[in-house]
C-alpha cells in the first residue's frame, strides 16, 4: 500500500522553561496516514486520497509501526464512532517507534453522539418540543448548543417521605399524582448529600409508596452520607428525576427509547430548528490497553477533540451508590445486616466487609497496561463521565485490563462542559494499591497546564482531577474552576489499607476482626501503599468546591511519604476548606501556598473520637500565606502536624513573595494558548509579578 513516507530528522530540544515530556530522540523513518470526513477507505491513505474512518486508519497503522513512526493525520471535521475505538498492544509503537494521532487543523471531533433535528411542537402550552429518535436509543445526558441539558426533575422536601429498606413512603399527599405516571421503572432518585451524589432507580409508585430497584437501594441505603442519613441533612437535596411529567424548566429534557421520541423545553425565544442537538449514543469512546506483561506504548494524541458519550450505569437496577469520587458499591454483601436502617445509619462492621470491592467510574477515554503515552493540546468536552481515565481498575476499562500504567503525561488539554470530572487516576481495589504483581503499579504521571472548567456537573462527587493509588504522581500548573466538588485529590482509603492500618477503625468499626466475630474482616497491610512522592504544584483552583460542604479544593487522603503541595493558589471558594488533609493523612508537607477567600484555609482529619490514638501524623504547613485565619482538626506536637512560619494577611496587602506565588500559579505562558472558544482562564490581576514559577525554573533558582 502506498502510504506516504518521508524521513524526518527530530532535532534535539533545548532547555526551556516548558519542559519537553519526550523520552530519547533520534533519526527515525517517519510514515503518515491521511484521514478525512471526505475520503474513502478505499484510497491509499495519501494525502491525495485520505482514509474515511479511523478504523481504517487502525489497520494501516499497524502496517507501518514496526518500521517507523507513524503520523495518523486527521483533517478537520467530525468523525462519528458507531463502536469505541480500542487499541490494543499492536496499535502502538513498535520496537522504539511512535505512533500520533494528531490534528490537521483546528481540532478534529471523535464524536459518539449523533444530531437530533426535526424538531416540532408536543405541547404549546408548555412550552415542550420532540423529535424522533432511533427506537432503543437511551442516554443520561443531551447536549444542546454546546451546552449540558438537565434532565427532567422535580425536588422532593426530605420532610415529604418515610424511608424504609424496600423504598419510600410519601407523607405528603401532594405527591399522590405520582403514582399515575407511566414508565416508572425509568425513574430515579438522585440524593445530593455532604460529600456523595447518589443515584437509585424506582421500580414502581403504588399508592403512597416508591418500591426501589435493587441492589442499588440496598447499596444506598447503608455506611456513610446515605440516602436516608446524609451527614448535616440540612444541606442535602432530593430529587426526582427522567419522567416526562416533570418536564417544567428551560433547558430541561426527556427521553422516551421505547417510542423513540426526545423531548425538550426551550428557553423563550430560542430557534429549535436552529439548535444544534447532540444525542450521545456510545459509553465509551476510546480504550487502550495492552496487557502487565506486554503493555500499549508509544502512543500520543495530540490536537483532537473527543466529545458526546453517556455512562449507562446508574440507569441499571444497580443504580450508583457512590462512595466518594465516584467509586460506589454494586451487588449484594453476603454479611448485609438486619434493620440496616438502624443498624448502618453511619458504618458498621458489615459495611466493612465490601470496603475492598468497590467499582469505578469508566472513563470515556481510557487507559490501562499502557506504558510512554502522551495526551498533549487536545479538547475534552460534552462527556457524560470522567473524560480521561488512566490506570482505574479493570472494572472501569472496556477491554477488562487495568492498572499498570506508566511514564504518562496529559498536557496542554482543556476539559469543559462535563458531566463528571476531568481525569481519574489509579484504582482503589488491593492489586491498586498493594500490587500482586510489581507490573500493575500505577507509576509516573504528569498532568501539567491543563483548563478545566465546568465539570462534575451530573456526577457531582467527582473531583476534577483524581489520583489515588499512583507512585510519583506529578500535577502542576492547571487551572481549575467550575467544580460543585474538590479541584484535586489525591490518595484514598481512609488509612485503612496503610502499614498498620487506622485505628480508628480497628475501634469504632471493628474493621479487621473476622466476620464470623462481628467485624469487617479487612486484612491489616504491614506495607504502605503505591500512593507516594507526590507533588501538587503551582495550579491555580477558583470557584470549586460550589455545591459540597465537605472536602476540600486540594485534598488528600491517607499515607502519603514523600508528598509535597507547593506554591498553588487557591481562592473564591467561599466558605469552604481549601487545603484539607483527610484521615489517615501522614507525611505530607504544604509549603507558601496562597490561599484567598477561603472558609477555612487549612483542616486535618485527626479522627478525634480515636484519641489517644494517633490517625493522622506527621504532617507540616509551612510558609503559606492566607488572608483567613480559621483552620480546622487538631494541630499539635502530639500527633506531630504543625503549622509552621505561617502568614495571615488581614490588610489586603500581599506580600511580593505571596504574588509571585500568585503569578506563578496555572498555564505557563510558554504553554501556550490553553483554550477551547469561549472556554479561557480567568484573567489574571494587574499588579503581579512576570511568572517565573515552573519546575524548571525552580531548579534554576535554586540550583
Known amino acids: 500500500m502506498p502510504i506516504d513516507r518521508r524521513l524526518t530528522l527530530i532535532a534535539i530540544l533545548a532547555l526551556t522553561a516548558l519542559p519537553a515530556h519526550a523520552q530519547t ?17 478505499a484510497g491509499d491513505g495519501s494525502a491525495a486520497h485520505p482514509f474515511r474512518t479511523l478504523p481504517r486508519a487502525q489497520t494501516a497503522v499497524r502496517q507501518l509501526n514496526t518500521t517507523s513512526d507513524v503520523a495518523v493525520i486527521l483533517a478537520e471535521g467530525t468523525y462519528p464512532l458507531t463502536a469505541p475505538l480500542v487499541f490494543t498492544q499492536a496499535d502502538g509503537g513498535q520496537k522504539g517507534f511512535t505512533v500520533t494521532w494528531q490534528a490537521a487543523q483546528a481540532h478534529p471531533v471523535l ?9 416540532r411542537v408536543h405541547d404549546a402550552k408548555k412550552h415542550i418540543y420532540v423529535a424522533d429518535v432511533p427506537k432503543g436509543a437511551d442516554s443520561r445526558q443531551l447536549w444542546v448548543n454546546d451546552t449540558l441539558a438537565e434532565r427532567a426533575q422535580i425536588e422532593l422536601p426530605r420532610e415529604a417521605v418515610t424511608f424504609t429498606e424496600t423504598g419510600m413512603v410519601l407523607k405528603d399527599k401532594t405527591f399522590a399524582w405520582l403514582a399515575g405516571l407511566p ?46 442519613y446524609p451527614f448535616h441533612p440540612e444541606w442535602s437535596h432530593l430529587y426526582l428525576q427522567n419522567s416526562l411529567a416533570f418536564l417544567t424548566k428551560a433547558n430541561q429534557w426527556y427521553l422516551d427509547p421505547t417510542a423513540g421520541k426526545l423531548y425538550y423545553k426551550p428557553a423563550d425565544g430560542m430557534d429549535m430548528k436552529q439548535a444544534k442537538v447532540i444525542l450521545p449514543r456510545l459509553e465509551v469512546l476510546v480504550s487502550a490497553a495492552g496487557t502487565p506483561e506486554a503493555p500499549v506504548t508509544d502512543l500520543k494524541f495530540s490536537g483532537l477533540q473527543f466529545s458526546y458519550s453517556s455512562w449507562m450505569g446508574p440507569s441499571s437496577p444497580e443504580g450508583f451508590a457512590s462512595q466518594q469520587s465516584g467509586s460506589f458499591l454494586t451487588g449484594r454483601a453476603a454479611a448485609y445486616p438486619k434493620n440496616v436502617l438502624e ?25 490501562a497496561a499502557a506504558q510512554h503515552i502522551v495526551l498533549e493540546g487536545n479538547v475534552f468536552a460534552h462527556l457524560g463521565q470522567y473524560a480521561l481515565g488512566i490506570g482505574n481498575d479493570a472494572n472501569a476499562n472496556l477491554t477488562g485490563q487495568g492498572l499498570a500504567t506508566a511514564d504518562i503525561v496529559v498536557s ?26 510489581g507490573n500493575l503499579t500505577n507509576r509516573q504521571l504528569v498532568i501539567d ?153 487549612l483542616n486535618i482529619n485527626t479522627a478525634r473520637s480515636a484519641l489517644p490514638l494517633r490517625t493522622s501524623v506527621n504532617n507540616t504547613a509551612r510558609g503559606n500565606w492566607h488572608n483567613t485565619s480559621k483552620t480546622g482538626g487538631i494541630w499539635t506536637a502530639y500527633q506531630e502536624d504543625l503549622i509552621l512560619d505561617d502568614h495571615l494577611i488581614t490588610d489586603g496587602q500581599w506580600p511580593v513573595e505571596a ?11 510558554e504553554a501556550g494558548p490553553v483554550e477551547f472558544g469561549a472556554v479561557k482562564p480567568l484573567a489574571r490581576p494587574a499588579g503581579l509579578p512576570k511568572p517565573d514559577g515552573s519546575p524548571v525554573a525552580e531548579k534554576t533558582r535554586k540550583e
Open 25 to 41: 530522540r533520534w533519526e527515525h523513518p517517519r510514515s503518515e496516514v491521511h484521514v478525512s470526513p471526505k475520503g474513502d477507505d
Open 111 to 119: 464524536s459518539g453522539g449523533v444530531p437530533v433535528t426535526g424538531w
Open 183 to 228: 414508565d416508572q421503572h425509568r425513574i430515579e432518585i438522585e440524593s445530593q448529600g455532604f460529600f456523595t451524589s447518589r443515584f437509585s432507580p424506582v421500580e414502581r409508585i403504588s399508592g403512597n409508596t416508591l418500591t426501589m430497584q435493587q441492589p442499588a437501594w440496598a447499596n444506598n441505603i447503608w455506611g456513610y452520607d446515605s440516602i436516608p
Open 343 to 367: 443498624v448502618c445509619k453511619t458504618g458498621c462492621p458489615e459495611f466493612e466487609t465490601v470496603r475492598d470491592k468497590w467499582h469505578q467510574t469508566p472513563a470515556a477515554v481510557q487507559f
Open 412 to 437: 496542554r488539554n482543556v476539559f469543559t462542559d462535563l458531566a463528571g470530572g476531568a481525569i481519574s487516576s489509579g484504582g482503589v481495589l488491593p492489586d491498586a494499591h498493594h500490587p500482586s504483581s
Open 449 to 601: 497546564n491543563n483548563l478545566i472548567q465546568n465539570v462534575s456537573q451530573d456526577y457531582k462527587d467527582n473531583s476534577a482531577i483524581l489520583s489515588t493509588y499512583v507512585w510519583n504522581t506529578v500535577i502542576t500548573h492547571n487551572d481549575i474552576s467550575g467544580a460543585p466538588y474538590d479541584a484535586i485529590d489525591v490518595g484514598y482509603g481512609w488509612g485503612y489499607v496503610d502499614a498498620g492500618g487506622n485505628p480508628n477503625y480497628r475501634t469504632r468499626q471493628r474493621g479487621y476482626d473476622a466476620v464470623a466475630q462481628g467485624g469487617g474482616g479487612q486484612p491489616v497491610y504491614e506495607t504502605p501503599t503505591t500512593h507516594r512522592d507526590v507533588f501538587v504544584g503551582f495550579n491555580r483552583v477558583y470557584k470549586v468546591k460550589q455545591l459540597f460542604n465537605d472536602g476540600g479544593a486540594i485534598y488528600n487522603l491517607g499515607a502519603c511519604p514523600d508528598c509535597v503541595f507547593a506554591e498553588n493558589h487557591v481562592f473564591d471558594i467561599g466558605d469552604r476548606i481549601a487545603l484539607y488533609f483527610d484521615e489517615g493523612s501522614r507525611g505530607i508537607l504544604a509549603r507558601n501556598n496562597v490561599v484567598e477567600d477561603a472558609g477555612v484555609w
Open 659 to 669: 504574588k509571585q506565588v500568585m503569578a506563578n500559579a496555572g498555564i505557563m505562558p
